[in-house]
């Protein structure tokens, strides 16, 4: 299947709808939470304490759900020897714990399945995909038969962009330059040996939702209650104790220290 500029623009637009959203439960998985960017007066204290359930969350799901190798069976009559060999090869384990760990962030994951030559024999590699720059086209039929795969990759130095780009017989793969040019490399397509699209969407659910993203106004909140726990208390140990109509002496003030207590005479107040 051809890349075209058309094509690009259109699953652009389909991964813009979803950018914040997929930013958002990485940024909260990772520590970044809405409390980082609270402001306050600069006389106030603003401690800003993040108590990371999120990454609890999915990290506990993932171990649990994959403490274990996955086991793998089939019907009666099929031998799935072969298949079981390659995931050895290659260590499926660590690749099912980091779609687990994605799904569990994201609320879907992506995996690619190619075949590579090594050392002269032909061996089949499953990697995982970024869900932000890996799309999967589906057609209008009842049974959404895939069309067709892509994911993507960002050169920082010169802008430009690797596009690989799958359906049922071709494997292209394309460099789009910053200026918009579209080169095939021709050297790195190949026919697609499988027969059927390569590509794997795991979704966590039918709303695609990560495992703490229904938590995430709880753990917003207790971020906020342990910060201003700190704050208040701080802001009370620099607090000034004014008296009105009353004097203390240094006994006095260490009383205050030790006991906490203050005793003044009869008509004065004293306030924080």
Known sequence: MELTIERIDYIKKQKQAEE?????????????????????EPDLSNHKI???HCKRIVDINAGALFNQPVQYQADD??????????FNKQTIERLDLENGKKVGIYGKSYE?????????ETNVISVPLNPKTSFIKYDKTIEQNKEYGVFSSHDDEDGSEEWTIIDVDEINIYLVEKTGGIIKDEERSTQNLFGRIPMIEYYNNEEQQGDFEQAIPLNDALNMLQSDRVND???LVVAILALYAATV???????VKKDRVLMPPEGARASI
């Open 20 to 40: 914040a959203s997929l930013k958002k439960k990485f940024d909260y998985y990772k520590g970044k939470h809405a409390i980082e960017s609270r402001e306050k």
């Open 50 to 52: 993040v108590v990371n």
């Open 77 to 86: 009559g099929i031998d799935i020897e072969p298949i079981l060999n390659e």
């Open 112 to 120: 690619y399945i190619y075949v590579k030559d090594v050392d002269g």
């Open 233 to 235: 208390k701080e802001q």
């Open 249 to 255: 002496d240094d006994e006095d003030m260490e009383s």
